[in-house]
Every structure is written in structure tokens, then in C-alpha cells.
């Protein structure tokens, strides 16, 4: 193999998209929007939440609890029959129901006050931001009335100590964004030199079909460089994500995430004469990754039948390795293991691909 005809195929793939404007935007805007947008959305917290407090308390204890709770969270109506209450949120006028019982601040003594919480559970962030406000007010109102909790956490947190819930979501939006426009951008960019008569004409030179593999895997890993470059840009830049480890270890990822693409890309192409069929390939990649790969909900929540099929896909090592560098501030001695797999996964998929190429030359 000769690394020379290998750069000339990458050479023409760059010079072949100084004409196809289409593809350079899908490039660069493709990460940007998707950054953008993903971020947009999961940077917020759960905001004006309408509830319904009922205070039938004789006492000033349901006041104090009231005035304690967050306005910024919650916005409170009051309403003096509690059945009446339940119904707004059973028509959906309203998330929650807060009543306090006519003897509330007295049985706070006694430790038997309760407060009861009438929820509409079906969308659960909701909720929780409800109950966690709620129980935040609880906690603040003791501790001004002299009051202690009969039970406290000591919390240190070993890594993550300033996180929020973006920080530990970029890693995997970089990872997803990657591993599916890579894929695409390949596999496409293939099956068009099919179409063309472009990769015949290839086959029939002296160059080898790992040197037409090694060629696009150059280009597209170098695409793929740069799209994670918007994606870091943004994410630290626009929404404050803060990479704890050695940026450019999560790059050494990020490569080794497209070296996977590419190869994946081009060994899905053999299974596609045209575009369109091409395109068909798209939910065997998104589903999967999107589901299974730990991007929005760890791999320890997925059911135990099925978690088997997170570790067979590579974007759940580069998730995990990219998290791990960003959040931990890991570094290479503690995430070899993600990085030898992926590569495993690139030198299985390069093998195959270049199989796929000799079995069309004959």
C-alpha cells in the first residue's frame, strides 16, 4: 500500500467539494445547528410550573413554607376547596396540587405534619422539579425556625463537583453528531462515486482498494476534526461547557469516532446502488445510537436484556470516553480501553470495507 495514491484520493475529495456547495454546508451548519438547537433546549431549567397551594392550616407554619417556595419555579394559585384544585389538574390547568391540613403546625411538633402533594406525574422532570422546590422550602423554613432535619447528607462530589445537566450532555451530542454525519457524509459521498462510474474507474487503476479506503478515511476523518472543532467552539463559547481534561484527547477521540464513520460508511455503501437507497440506512444508524449509546440516559438504565447492544455499537465507547475527559478530567491511562475498542471497531470495519471493494471488482 502506498500512502501517496492514498492522499491522492483525499486531495480529490477536497478538490471535488470546493464545487458541491450543498455538502460544505451540510459540513460546517449541520454541527453548528445541532449544537445549537440541543443546547437551547437542555441548558434550561423547569420554569413557571403553574400549581395550586390549598391552606387550610390554622397555624402560620403553611405560610412561612409558601413564602419559601421558588416563584422562579413554580407559579402559585390559591384556591380554598381542594377538590376544586384536583380539577384544574385533572383538565390540565395545572401541574400539582399543595394542601395543608388545618392542623398542620400543630402536629409539626409531633412530627406527624404532613403536607399533601397531588401530582400530575406524566411528564416526570416536571414533577420532580415540583417535588424537589417543595421539600427545598420544607428545609429552608426549619432551619429559620431554629429546626433541624433528623437526618443530613455530607455531600462531596469526587468529579462533576460544578457540572450542570449540559455538561454531561455535550460529550454525547459530540459523539452522536460525529458518528452520524460522518456516516452519512460517507456513505453518500460513495455511493455517488458509484453512481458516477467514478469508483470503477478507480478500481481499474493501479491503486488498491486499501488505498482508496485509506484515502476517504484520511478526508472524512479530517471533516470530521473539524466539525468537532465547531462543536467545542460553541459548546464552551455559547452554553459555558467546561472541559476539566486535555482537549486534545477528546480530538484523539473524536478521530477515532470518525476512523469508525468512514469505514462504517463505506462498508453500508456496497449495500446501496443509489442515493436513495443510501438514505434508507439512516434509522439503522440514528436509532440505535440515539437509544442505546447513553447519549440522553446512562446504559445503566436500559433494561438488562437489551444492554448488551449498547456495547456492541462503538458511539457508547465514545460517549463514554468523551464524558470522561470532559466531566472527569480523566486521561489517557484511564480511558485506553474506550480507545483501543474503537479502533478495534475501525480495523474491522476498514477490513470488511475493503472486502466489499474486491467482491464489486469481481
Known sequence: MRIKRALAITKRIFRGLRHDRRTVALILLAPILAMT???????????????????????????????NLDDKTLNIRFMDSEQNAVKKVEDGNAWAVFVFPEDFSQ????????????????????????????REAM???????GGEMPISVSESPVYGENAEFIDFFVPGIMAFAIFLLTTLLTLLAFVGERTSGTLERLKASPM????????YVIA???????QASLLLIIATVGFNVTIEGNPFLAYII????????????????AAAKREAQAVQFLPMIILPTFLLAGIFWPVEAIPSFLRWASFAIPPTYGVEAMRSVMVRGWGLG?????????????LVFMILSVKSLQRGKG
Open 37 to 67: 438547537l440541543f443546547g437551547i433546549a437542555f441548558s434550561g431549567e423547569v420554569e413557571d410550573v403553574d400549581v395550586i397551594v390549598v391552606d387550610h392550616d390554622s397555624g402560620d407554619l403553611s405560610e412561612r413554607i409558601i413564602s
Open 107 to 134: 402536629n409539626i411538633a409531633t412530627k406527624n405534619a404532613v403536607i399533601h402533594l397531588r401530582a400530575d406525574k406524566s411528564n416526570v422532570n416536571v414533577a420532580s422539579a415540583i417535588a424537589v422546590t417543595l
Open 139 to 145: 428545609t429552608e423554613t426549619l432551619t429559620q425556625a
Open 208 to 215: 488498491r482498494d486499501g488505498e482508496i479506503v485509506l484515502g
Open 220 to 226: 472524512f476523518g479530517i471533516i470530521g476534526m473539524v
Open 254 to 269: 473524536v478521530a477515532l469516532l470518525a476512523l469508525v464513520s468512514v469505514n462504517l460508511g463505506i462498508l453500508l455503501s
Open 334 to 346: 484511564e480511558i485506553w480501553m474506550e480507545l483501543v475498542i474503537l479502533l478495534a471497531f475501525a
